[in-house]
């Protein structure tokens, strides 16, 4: 199969919308999280959706299907909540593995399916990294400011099993997303690499912050620049955004990436910002307009969506980025 680095040398590629957001039309209740693993545990289970690779497979096989048939390049895998760092809040640190191996090997096989239908565009898998839900470099308590909930090495040894797992289930590339914290990040790339050198073998590797509010700056405080000069002493596949902001807010932001990134950019932004019911409410054409003005300048490399998109919002992007030619890589990407 042809690498991405080459093939995003003729075009722009498409990466997938929300898995939340889908995960939420079937309606699902808590024996759904448990079936066939999680009967008897003492912990409520329903929301953590990296089980459902393990209890309903099924869904999760066909959102990633349903992406793929939108026009989406690369699928991420459903992991975002996969280090013992954010299961332990169900008490399911064991399962780590499990979750991250299983969640990457479903998306192989639909990948390697959609792969056989059309050779002339092969499908990757993304082996999704979040943030988890501490940060290193901000105390959770305003009476101690010096006290932190997790250390660097916590971080390092809870990112590399779930890399491991996450190779061994046959993921492509890996996905470092939704950065608030910057030396979280950090931990995680420390841990990738580390991987990378005792396995022998390195995957491509994209990285992608969160600008949280119109301030431009990471929740820990970064500006746009800030956060890549933090993390360009690693060899990127990408650098971009994702979340927190739609698309048309976030454009100023990745006119920063673009003009001062040595690596491709990407972007998968919010279809809009939440009602007050939580619920995003920006149509696949609303929010494909926006991303033309992407386009037109030649910010992204690959795009997609983040919370509120789904597979029509992809089909629409992908529909429009279809008409563009790519912009150049720097040469050290």
């Keep these: 199969m042809e690498a991405i680095q080459d093939i995003l040398k003729h075009r722009i590629l498409i990466l997938d919308g929300a898995m939340g957001t889908m995960i939420q039309r079937h309606k699902l209740e808590e024996q759904d999280f448990r079936k066939g693993w999680f009967e008897n545990h003492e912990k409520s289970l329903k929301g953590n959706n990296d089980l459902l690779s393990l209890t309903r497979p099924e ?10 048939e939108a026009g989406a390049d690369i699928a991420e895998t459903n992991t975002f909540s996969g280090t013992w760092i954010a299961q332990a809040d169900y008490g399911l640190e064991k399962y780590v593995y499990d979750i991250n191996f299983q969640s990457a090997k479903i998306a ?40 932190r909930g997790i250390t660097f090495d916590e971080l390092v040894n809870a990112y590399s099993e779930q890399v491991n797992a996450l190779m061994d289930g046959g993921v492509d590339l890996l996905l470092v997303e939704t950065i608030f914290d910057t030396l979280n990040a950090k931990a995680a790339l420390f841990a990738i690499d580390e991987v990378f050198e005792q396995r022998g073998n390195r995957l491509p590797i994209m990285v992608s912050g969160t600008i949280t509010d119109q301030s431009g700056r990471t929740l820990t405080g970064q500006t746009t620049e800030a956060f890549l000069i933090s993390i360009a002493h690693i060899p990127l596949l990408t650098v971009g955004l994702n979340c927190a902001l739609g698309a048309s807010m976030m454009r100023p932001y990745l006119q920063i990436l673009k003009q001062k990134s040595p690596f491709g950019v990407s972007a998968h932004p919010n279809a809009g910002l939440p009602n007050e019911f939580g619920k995003y409410d920006e149509s696949p054409e609303m929010m494909a307009e926006q991303i033309k003005s992407f386009l037109d300048e030649g910010l992204v490399n690959i795009i997609g969506g983040c919370c509120g998109t789904t597979p029509e919002h992809i089909k629409a992007i992908a529909d429009l980025a279809a008409q563009y030619q790519p912009t ?6």
């Design 59 to 68: 869904i999760i096989k066909e959102i990633h299907a349903q992406y793929f």
């Design 108 to 147: 192989r096989e639909v990948a390697d399916e959609f792969t056989q239908l059309n050779p002339s565009k092969p499908r990757f898998v993304a082996g999704s990294i979040g943030p988890t839900n501490r940060t290193a470099s901000i105390s959770p308590d305003v009476n101690d400011p010096g006290f």
């Design 328 to 333: 150049l890589l720097p040469s050290n990407s």
